[in-house]
């Protein structure tokens, strides 16, 4: 579903969130690192973490990636709601004909 | 340069027009009679959605000559429904979705109905020949076929 | 911009002196299914061209000494729609039948297949097998040509300035007579033949074949009479072994190019292999006429 | 034909019919209009100079007698377009880098192709533009040229770019070569998982570039005013992006530029980016006319995009039991002349059907002297899938299984890994392949020269941002607009979801799709997103509506909105207690549209996530003629999880239509170069698209594994239908002749010269 209409979600607790990146993100923005444990109930929160960890990254994830959460394919939306425990894999975006 | 003065009938009405003497009848059709309904595909013969019968006759409106309409009798996608009245095959091409982007449609109606006049009752092999210089780069043809079949039946009351 | 000229000549000699009159080139439209794209890509930049259709003997369909005459001018469509013609030379009809497509055929001529001087051309062989003469006006008047001499190469022929072809005429058949033309392309429809063949023969009363003709397109920088895959027939009852003398015959007169449409090494093989279905279709038609 | 394999029993009463599209009588009656089919008073006819050569510096371009020549408005080379920054923007797998898009606008400093478009005239008649291209005068240096993309990857080959520097290489080659990218996905161990595999093959595979083969050239219209504003008449897959690209390659503000939404004459992922557009609105601005091109077919083939040829090689291994334990896929695609072919997906999509727990897929994106590729359906995936699917159909033979039930010993389903990292999150791909295998005809026995093949493919299916706005007519029928490019029937399918969601009649809602100006930002209509992302905010535009359709009622009744609900397209009190009122038609609450509050109007817009993946089974019979090598395809099923059929028939139609173009790319479609490396074969007669007399029916089994992250269960239906046709003709041919084809076309030459090799 659309994560606009899931802005109004309630959200919960403090929770973990396992983030994931493809070989080629990881090499070039992260030294290789592929998997992070961070706190987060939204891409936003997501987002801000990454950028945390690395300045910078959180407008290359923005610009070049689409996202599967829980291996369910979503364009970056700020407001997609994370569920706890999630995985959070970040992929390059795809374009069809 | 000079023009030659071409009288003609299109559709069952009387037309006069200017052309130069290289000039296609698709081109006239298209950009003098602001005819837009026969397209061009290729310009070049090769996929027939300039289709247009001359005299009776199929053909690429590409490959013929304005002043070749002088004295002739010109139909074209624009005159094949009768006013609000959809002739059978454009009926069909909807019904069966014969049509995914449209623009080879056209063509393709004014060639059916060349062969629905010539043969009542064509088998699946005689219309996909018929048709075969009508490229259809989206449907696969299928339903284009279906729909020619469908409206040979209904035209023949079968 | 040179500016093209347009005209409506009402009889042959009236077309050929206003081709052998015009300086420039000077082109003779029929069905323009060549000519139309030629001119649209610019490689023909004609001053003058010349409809031919209105002129009558250009235009007709007609029985002469027992044989066929038709025009110039006459469409493929024209040439399917006549029964008894259709009948007669149903191999000219296998040829006229895979110019182009349908729209291409209710425009396009035999004349013009053959003065286009395309290799490839489909009526071409299946004419020249057929023994077909082509009647040529010019300055000089009138002449018959066998219709195998009118092309020389790719897009020229042998015409002189000032001369087209006014029609064609196709001898009266022997009976047990069959042709037939075959052509190979990727597509079924829509498409330039990588070789074609064309055959005509005749058998006695016993089953032996008394005269053939064997034509190749698309092997040669012009359709092919070839005398030898002839012989190979003659004389036979069109046998296994005939038909393979006859394949290897074909193969062998074939000197191809590598092109777009296909290999040298596939157009050598399918010359031989076309020639023998070629024939199995022309007995058959011989057989059951 | 419709299989529910795990349909729910939903009752819909629009949703799965097939009724006329909206815009069905203007093209079946010649009204419709087209990118070529717009005029406006005082048009100019453009026309565009291309390079004769495919490789040359280009030392001067002389424009003076062109320009004098009468008639003559104005002559475009690049010196009129503004420079822009060599920068790769946006995501990996479609960066663009404008400073390469306006080079193929208009070539700079070399011609990089035959067909490169290097200067443009516009004049008061076609003719007259055609006489002045043949007076510009250009100085060329010619220079060698590379075509073949293993040609162009060899150290010596010609560069295209002297500083083009490898990417995705650590650390950087200190050459420059003609390779744009190196890419890897890779999980698990592949030198462990090929030890463990009882049977492996090893194939090196070529592919042709193919053409979208779209019947209506590119054509646009240009009106540019003294104000600055612009307005372009375009035939595009996506509007907004043709607005996005031409507004930055002229250095114009968005705002000033309105693109109206032409009808297209097919696009398969060719219109989803400019050629003419650009051309012609600078040509407006520099003559104050509008300004009119339209590409001739030779055009179209020259310089617009096919898609990548490749040149691949993949190793399979699998246990006897037909378990896949271990793939590398090697995978080398030609961008073009611009570095930019769908690599990425290609090795994404290669394995993405298989559980197989040890995968790599290496990717290079190499440049050579031809036209840049362009997207064509499901881009990449067929590529691919040619080489894997052929690979899988030697493994089965060796191991003496049936193909089908070795792809489904492997099938992915919700849960499976993938090699580019998260797990696949939907089913779909197993019940194609049962569908076939309980079809009647699968196991029915075959003739001589004859062969059964078998291949699948899988491709992503798109989401992203789309709007929509609807708006209550006085009458209460309904007005819907999106911002989608119509290519198939898209329309329809947007107002069959309206329908069902408002409750009305299908044929109450007038469905459209609105200029740039008109609603919001649209994405292209492309990687068969439309259904599913702007049918998300179709209905999302719906609920808004139903929403003010009950306030609108709450207020007629004078009771609290929460006492209203909506039912089969009427207003009707929640229960007893709210009142005893009669239900409110749409045209009752539109009669008092002024009194409770003016116009009823709602627009919605999303970024769509939770898109599926499309999965396709096909087989085909073929009969090979052994004399001339021509194959004949004797029949087609085609099925594909569609997740759900909106409108059925244009599902149908949308695997027919794929299947047929697979059959084209895997028999007879390719680009044919000269020596010269000038094409051959620019035109329909020589490129050769398939033709009715060359086909069977194809039989399109439509499975349904409804997609849950949308209302009506969509997953997209337009691409992953032409990712197996070209392995299953070639699996076809294989077991009909037992010569295995790897390089594609497979044209009668080909398939000859490998029988005869004995």
């Excluded at chain 2, 989206?138 to 035209?155: F, H, P």
């Excluded at chain 3, 022929?157 to 022997?174: D, N, Q, Y």
Aim: overall charge negative.
């Amino acid at each position: 579903m659309q994560a606009k209409s899931q802005a109004d979600a309630p959200i919960a607790v403090p929770q973990t969130v396992r983030v994931m990146l493809t070989g080629g993100f990881s090499r070039r923005y992260t030294d290789g690192v592929r998997e992070f444990e961070i706190e987060a109930k939204t891409i936003r929160g997501v987002i801000s973490a990454m950028d945390r960890l690395y300045p910078g990254l959180g407008e290359h994830l923005e610009e070049e990636t689409s996202l599967a959460v829980n291996g369910v394919i979503h364009e970056v939306v700020y407001t997609q709601i994370v569920p706890a425990g999630a995985e959070v894999f970040f992929i390059p975006r795809i374009e069809g004909g | 340069m000079s023009k030659h003065h071409i009288t003609t009938v299109i559709n069952g009405d009387p037309v006069e027009f200017l052309c130069l003497a290289n000039q296609s009848l698709l081109d006239v059709l298209r950009n003098d009679l602001n005819m837009t309904g026969t397209k061009e595909g290729c310009g070049t013969g090769d996929c027939g959605s300039c289709s247009v019968t001359l005299d009776g006759r199929l053909v690429c409106s590409c490959l013929v000559l304005g002043v070749e309409a002088q004295g002739k009798s010109i139909q074209t996608i624009e005159g094949m429904a009768n006013g609000e009245q959809l002739h059978v095959l454009q009926r069909k091409f909807l019904e069966h979705a014969a049509l995914q982007c449209g623009i080879c449609t056209p063509g393709f109606l004014i060639a059916a109905r060349s062969l629905l006049e010539r043969n009542p009752d064509p088998t699946e092999e005689e219309v996909r020949f018929w048709l075969a210089g009508n490229l259809c780069r989206c449907t696969g043809y299928n339903k284009i076929i279906e729909a020619v079949l469908d409206a040979a039946r209904e035209l023949r009351g079968a | 911009m040179i500016e093209m000229r347009f005209e409506q000549p009402k009889t042959a000699e009236a077309a050929s002196a206003l081709l052998a009159g015009t300086q420039g080139l000077a082109k003779v439209l029929s069905g323009g299914t060549d000519l139309m794209v030629h001119m649209r890509n610019g490689n023909v930049k004609p001053e003058l061209v010349l409809d031919v259709k209105g002129i009558a003997e250009m235009n007709t369909i007609a029985v002469e000494d027992g044989g066929y005459r038709f025009g110039a001018a006459v469409s493929c469509m024209q040439l399917l729609e006549n029964k008894a013609f259709a009948e007669t030379w149903p191999g000219v009809i296998d040829g006229a039948n895979l110019v182009g497509s349908i729209q291409v055929r209710g425009r396009a001529t035999v004349a013009g297949n053959l003065c286009n001087a395309s290799p490839a051309a489909d009526t071409v062989p299946a004419m020249i097998a057929a023994g077909a003469i082509a009647r040529v006006v010019g300055p000089k008047g009138r002449r018959e040509v066998p219709v195998e001499e009118i092309p020389a190469g790719p897009g020229k022929t042998t015409l002189e300035k000032g001369e087209l072809i006014v029609s064609f005429f196709l001898p009266k058949r022997a009976p047990r007579s069959g042709d037939a033309y075959l052509r190979f392309t990727p597509r079924t429809e829509m498409d330039i033949a990588v070789v074609g063949v064309g055959l005509c023969l005749t058998l006695d009363a016993n089953d032996v074949c008394t005269a053939a003709r064997v034509s190749l397109g698309a092997v040669a920088e012009r359709a092919l009479l070839v005398p030898e895959a002839a012989a190979a027939l003659i004389g036979t009852k069109v046998d296994e072994a005939a038909l393979a003398n006859l394949a290897a015959a074909a193969s062998a007169a074939a000197r191809p190019i590598d092109d777009k449409r296909g290999t040298k090494v596939f157009r050598i093989k399918l010359a031989g292999v076309l020639a023998r279905r070629a024939a199995e279709k022309a007995l058959s038609r011989a057989k059951g006429n | 034909m419709l299989t529910n394999t795990k349909n729910t029993e939903h009752v819909f009463k629009s949703v799965g019919t097939s009724p006329v599209r909206p815009d069905g009588v203007p093209k079946v009656t010649g009204i419709a209009q087209y990118g070529a089919d717009y005029s406006l008073p005082g048009m100019l006819w453009a026309k565009i100079l291309r390079s004769p050569h495919a490789h040359a510096r280009i030392r001067s371009i002389n424009t003076a007698k062109a320009e004098a020549l009468p008639g003559v408005k104005a002559v475009l080379t690049s010196a009129d377009l503004p420079a822009l920054p060599f920068d790769y923007v946006g995501p990996e797998r479609v960066a663009v880098n404008y400073w390469h898009m306006t080079r193929n606008i208009l070539a700079r400093e070399k011609a990089l192709y035959e067909g490169h478009a290097i200067a443009a005239v516009a004049a008061t008649t076609a003719a007259i533009a055609a006489e002045a291209l043949t007076l510009i005068e250009v100085d060329y240096e010619i220079l060698p040229h590379v075509i073949d993309v293993d040609e162009a990857m060899h150290p010596d080959a010609p560069l295209l770019y002297e500083d083009m520097i490898t990417r995705g290489i650590e650390p950087a080659p200190s050459k420059p070569s003609n390779i744009s990218k190196r890419l890897e996905f890779k999980i698990g161990d592949i030198d462990a998982g090929f030890a463990s595999a009882d049977e492996v093959v090893e194939l090196s595979f070529k592919t042709a570039p193919v053409h979208q083969g779209y019947i209506e050239p590119h054509s646009c219209l240009a009106r540019y005013g003294a104000d600055g504003q612009c307005e372009l008449w375009s035939s595009s897959q996506g509007h907004f992006v043709v607005r996005a690209y031409t507004a930055k390659l002229l250095g114009m503000e968005i705002g000033n530029l309105v693109v109206h939404p032409a009808e297209i004459g097919g696009g398969f992922g060719g219109k989803t980016v400019v050629y003419v557009e650009p051309v012609a609105v600078a040509l407006s601005r520099k003559t104050g006319h509008p300004v009119k091109i339209m590409m001739s077919r030779e055009d179209v083939f020259k310089a617009t995009g096919p898609t990548s040829g490749s040149s691949m090689t993949v190793k399979v291994g699998v246990k006897k039991d037909g378990t896949i334990v271990a793939a590398d896929g090697l995978f080398k695609f030609q961008g073009g002349a611009f570095p930019g072919s769908p690599v990425m997906n290609a090795a994404m999509c290669a394995f993405a059907p298989y559980i197989i727990p040890n995968v790599r897929t290496v990717g290079f994106d190499v440049v050579s002297n031809r036209p840049k590729s362009a997207a064509y359906r499901a881009p990449g995936s067929p590529i691919s899938a040619f080489a894997v699917e052929s690979v899988l159909d030697v493994l089965a033979q060796k191991i003496g299984m049936d193909p089908l039930k070795m792809r489904l010993k492997n099938a992915v389903k919700a849960g499976s890994p993938t090699v580019w990292g998260p797990k696949h999150s939907h089913d779909g791909y197993a019940e194609t392949i049962q569908a076939l295998l309980d079809h009647p005809e699968y196991n029915k026995p075959l003739g001589k020269n004859q062969g059964r093949g078998v291949a699948s493919g899988f491709w992503f299916n798109g989401g992203g941002e789309s709007a929509a706005s609807i708006h209550i007519n006085e009458d209460g029928t309904v007005v819907l607009a999106t911002g989608s490019m119509d290519v198939g029937g898209s329309r329809a399918s947007m107002a069959l979801m309206a329908a069902e969601t408002l409750g009305v009649p299908y044929a109450s809602v007038r469905s459209t799709v609105a200029d740039t100006a008109s609603i919001g930002y649209n994405h292209v209509t492309g990687g068969s997103r439309v259904t599913f992302a702007t049918g998300l905010a179709v209905v999302e535009a719906c609920n808004n509506i139903i929403e003010e359709l009950r306030l609108r009622a709450s207020i007629m009744w004078d009771v609290d909105v929460t006492g209203v609900v909506w039912e089969d397209g009427y207003a009707k009190p929640a229960d007893i207690s709210v009142g005893d009122f009669e239900p409110l038609s749409l045209k009752a609450i539109a009669a008092k549209r002024a009194v409770t509050g003016g116009p009823i109007v709602t627009e919605a817009a999303v970024n769509a996530g939770g898109q599926a993946p499309g999965f396709s089974t096909q087989f085909c019979d073929v009969e090979v003629d052994p004399e001339t090598g021509a194959v004949k395809i004797l029949r087609f099923v085609a099925a594909q999880d569609v997740g759900r059929a909106i409108h059925p028939k244009y599902c149908e139609g949308q695997i027919q239509g794929g299947v047929v173009q697979g059959i084209g790319w895997a028999l007879n479609e390719e680009y044919i170069y000269d020596k010269q490396g000038r094409l051959a074969n620019a035109g329909f007669l020589d490129y050769r698209i398939p033709v009715a007399s060359d086909l069977p029916m194809i039989e399109a089994i439509m499975v349904e594994v409804p997609n849950p992250n949308h209302p009506f269960g969509v997953k997209g239906v337009g691409e992953a239908n032409i990712v197996p046709p070209m392995a299953a003709v070639a699996n076809a041919i294989q077991r009909a002749t037992g010569k295995r084809l790897t390089e594609l076309p497979m044209s009668p030459p080909r398939v000859l010269a490998a029988i005869d090799a004995g």
